[in-house]
């Protein structure tokens, strides 16, 4: 599978951004779909993931009420809507996907940058 994110991008404090990110060539109808970020100078974190046939999420205490991840199952995207946002939150975004809650994250797009100033 390819992924494709888009929509990063320069954003005041509390502003909103939505990202996506199209997924395209072998896909699974039960498979799971997710937001990582890199913050400048850490590691990778997780941001949200959501299950692609019931839509069912789970978020990081850090995001919890300000963003929401949501999928297009007839376009094969994936959408993160992030409002309420903090200088905190500029990382690079990616998208990843993996086959179940305990398999390994193993496709993964190029990465979007997003930039909150303050």
């Known amino acids: 599978v390819q992924l494709q994110a888009s929509g990063g991008g320069l954003v005041q404090a509390g502003g909103s951004l939505r990202l996506s990110c199209a997924a395209s060539g072998r896909t699974f109808t039960n498979w799971i779909m997710g937001w990582f970020r890199q913050p400048p100078g850490k590691e990778r974190e997780f941001v949200a993931r959501i299950t692609w046939n019931l839509g069912s999420t789970i978020y990081a205490d850090s995001v919890k009420g300000r963003f929401i991840i949501s999928r297009d199952t007839s376009k094969n995207t994936l959408y993160l809507q992030m409002d309420s946002l903090k200088p905190e939150d500029t990382a690079v975004y990616y998208c990843?996907?993996?086959?179940?809650?305990?398999?390994?994250?193993?496709?993964w797009g190029q990465g979007t940058q997003v930039t909150v100033s303050s």
């Open positions: 990843a996907t993996r086959r179940t809650d305990n398999a390994p994250w193993n496709s």
